[in-house]
């Protein structure tokens, strides 16, 4: 089945350094790729969406230029938190939807990421 | 009125009951619907899928879609105790993105 790897799974970094968080599909092929963030106890909330070849989309609240997402191509997403703080603090998912149109989504399998 | 809603929980049945999980949504064009279940610091994995009005029933579980009333159910057959997670349902509105709601955290009980 389709599978996307999300690398690292948790990461602790000093506040103002940045992080990047890796979504690849590894047996599909994605043209489109999300980013949620889930603050605990809480539900699963959309930062961006990002197109193959194209700029990211992201919801409003989210700051671009703090989350930097790079979709270079049709297997790989990047998510970079610059200048982290504590506030930044949370679990990072990617979600990735099958091409060809299906409503098919599968998840990675998260990042934790602790800002101290 | 928040996009997709889900009943507050938490939830909590004994063993071998049902238990019954509620969702409404806002958006009238929404197509897909979704439930996920998501253990403690994991990510969620799919239950199951509607797209149409009825039932759909996957081994002990049931999902109910009622699209005139913006409804959307899950029901659990014979609950375990593994069953015991937060479910989180999910609407795709144009086929371009998921909205998800707060989640309702289930306990069953031994």
């Known amino acids: 089945g389709a599978v996307v790897s999300q690398h690292p799974s948790w990461v602790i970094c000093k506040s103002g350094t940045s992080v990047k968080i890796e979504c690849r599909s590894l047996?599909?092929?994605?043209?489109?790729m999300f980013w949620y963030r889930q603050f605990p106890k809480q539900s699963l909330m959309l930062m961006a969406t990002s197109n193959e070849g194209s700029k990211a989309t992201y919801e409003q609240g989210v700051e671009k230029d703090k989350f930097l997402i790079n979709h270079a191509s049709l297997t790989l997403s990047t998510l970079t938190v610059t200048s982290a703080h504590p506030e930044d603090s949370s679990f990072y998912i990617c979600s990735a939807r099958l091409v060809g149109g299906s409503y098919g989504y599968t998840f990675g399998s998260g990042t934790r990421l602790t800002v101290v | 009125q928040k996009e997709v809603e889900q009943n507050s929980g938490p939830l909590s049945v004994p063993e071998g009951a049902i238990a019954s999980l509620n969702c409404t949504y806002s958006?009238?064009?929404?197509?897909?619907f979704f439930w996920y279940r998501q253990y403690s610091g994991k990510s969620p994995e799919l239950i199951m899928s509607?797209?149409?009005?009825g039932d759909k029933e996957d081994g002990r579980f049931t999902a109910q879609l009622n699209k005139a009333s913006q409804y959307v159910s899950l029901l659990i057959r014979d609950s375990q105790p593994s069953d015991s997670a937060t479910y989180l349902c999910a609407v795709n509105r144009n086929n371009n993105d998921m909205r998800f709601g707060a989640g309702t955290r289930l306990t069953v009980k031994p």
């Open positions: 509607i797209y149409s009005n």
């Open positions: 958006d009238r064009g929404s197509q897909s």
């Open positions: 047996d599909f092929q994605a043209t489109t």
